[in-house]
């Protein structure tokens, strides 16, 4: 089993990358992480290049997070929320995932002929609001090939009490473990 994880969090030892420590001492075989604060991955610049061509003209360390989606049985998108939604950060590698809808609309091709499964962590300290950004991680998901989605594991009071103290939050990650190592 291959884990794709990816870590839209500024926070080294924040609570998302906590939630994230828990899924990899506890899955099986290996992972790759993506941390979109540390990474270097452009955001798409609507270049087209991939409306006709495979890939994308950008050449940075999303070529290698290509090639990952490709082998990879399973993948995480773990958030914190800004504004109701996934970090800037994290739609910025998201964009590249646009080679992926090109494929199926424009060169009507199948980019990734194996399906994944997937889930979504979102944590944060706001009002709880967290439909926009699962949305949009869903759809991310989808771009991906990931249609078996888990459902939403969620923190919404992060600011009182850290992820890894709510019991209905530790649920849930143990569900997801379960969920990749089938």
Known sequence: ??????????????DTQ????????NIKDEYKIVNAYRCTISPCLDCRYCWKDRGCAIDDEMQEVYSYIQKCDNI????PIYFSELTGKLLDVGSRLQTYFCAKFFRKEIAIPRSKKGA???VG?????MNKAYETAQTLLHHMN???IHELVSCHNTNE????ENKQTLLGI???????NC
């Open 18 to 25: 906590s939630l994230i420590s828990i899924i990899i001492q």
């Open 125 to 129: 300290g706001g009002d709880g609001y």
């Open 120 to 122: 979504v962590i979102l």
């Open 1 to 14: 089993m291959k884990t794709l994880i990816f870590n839209g969090s500024p926070r080294i030892n924040g």
């Open 174 to 180: 143990d569900s997801i473990i379960n969920f990749f």
């Open 146 to 148: 990931c249609y078996n």
């Open 161 to 164: 009490k850290l992820s890894i």
């Open 76 to 79: 995480l998108i773990a958030s």
